[in-house]
């Protein structure tokens, strides 16, 4: 494993352009790629690689304000090795927006009355008709509430494997007028969540602590996110399984259908993942847990 830190500069705050800083740097065309819509330099370095504290120390001297990411990389054995994986999806063509505020129904009655964390969907996947170029050419997706959506074939592929603790509903697509339309793919559902995760893990953070203490959470941009969990936690896993804490930004007011509401992360074991990889599924980072005594 190794961790990537990733800085972000707007050109248009490099006086003289990105190469007066990038050059004295050392920084080349291996490490650093121009972005010419966000109109931004990206420099990404191994957090270890001697150019980073070069780089910061010229943006500092200069003045000049970054934005820093900093996000874990893993090798092939280290992934298959894993107990189990943190599915983070990243697409350039972001997730596609579905939930409550499209149409899909929830029960609330086991739901914290605050965040409406432990809401319990109860109809098929719905998600907005005008959104399905983000679907186009892919093998899976998630929705801007991490559903996790398979592309039909890859959801008989997982069907037929024999991973446990998954179940399937249908995906809509809604059409302000003229309703809703079955789309060739399925929500992939998690039927086991996993106990709380361990103190120990890190790169978490609590935005707008609710008392139920179950939802909120976020990543930490700065700090990587590495979950940690009790060996007694993962005794008893499936292939796919749902976080007890929810994550993204929750607001709810007693109605389902104008909230916002909060969602699990998915983890799932090396079997799955390669699953989805034999697919041809992309727009997907997986990154392994840890197992602590505590
Ligand atoms: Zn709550």
């Known amino acids: ?13 490099i006086p003289g352009g990105p190469q007066t800083v990038l050059g004295p740097a050392g920084c080349g065309p291996d490490v650093a790629v121009l972005d010419d819509v966000m109109e931004a330099t990206i420099v ?8 980073l504290p070069l780089l910061l120390n010229l943006l500092k001297e200069r003045g000049i304000r970054w934005g820093e990411r900093r996000e874990d990389r893993f090798a092939e054995e280290e992934l298959e090795a894993a107990r189990l994986l943190v599915v983070r999806y990243f697409s350039p063509d972001g997730s596609i927006f579905a939930g409550p505020r499209v ?5 609330m009655s086991e739901a914290c009355e605050r965040c409406g964390v432990g809401a319990r969907q109860t109809s098929a996947m719905v998600v907005d008709g005008q959104e399905l170029h983000v679907l186009e050419g892919r093998r899976a997706a998630a929705t801007c509430y991490n ?3 398979v592309e039909e074939k890859l959801a008989v592929a997982l069907a037929q494997s024999s ?9 809509f697509a809604a059409f302000e007028k003229r309703g809703h339309f079955q789309l060739p793919w399925q929500q992939l559902c998690a039927t086991h969540t996993l106990p709380p995760m361990s103190p120990r893990s890190t790169g978490v953070e609590i935005s707008q602590p609710c008392p139920c203490g179950r939802s909120c959470f976020s990543g930490d941009d700065k700090i990587p996110m590495r979950l940690a ?3 007694s936690a993962v005794a008893d896993i499936r292939d796919v399984n749902v976080t007890w804490e929810w994550y993204g930004y ?3 007011n007693g109605d389902v259908y104008d909230s916002v509401l909060p969602y699990p992360l998915f983890l799932v074991t090396p079997k799955v993942r390669r699953i989805f990889l034999e697919a041809g599924a992309t727009g997907f980072d997986w990154i392994p847990i840890r197992v602590v005594d505590e």
Do not use: Q
């Open 163 to 171: 991973a446990t603790g998954i179940s399937f509903r249908g995906v």
């Open 250 to 252: 929750a607001k709810y």
């Open 44 to 51: 990404k370095l191994d957090e270890t690689d001697e150019r």
């Open 229 to 231: 969990y009790r060996a």
């Open 1 to 13: 494993m190794w961790t990537e830190v990733e800085i972000t500069v707007n050109n248009r705050r």
């Open 147 to 149: 559903d996790m959506l």
């Open 103 to 107: 149409g899909t129904t929830y029960d």
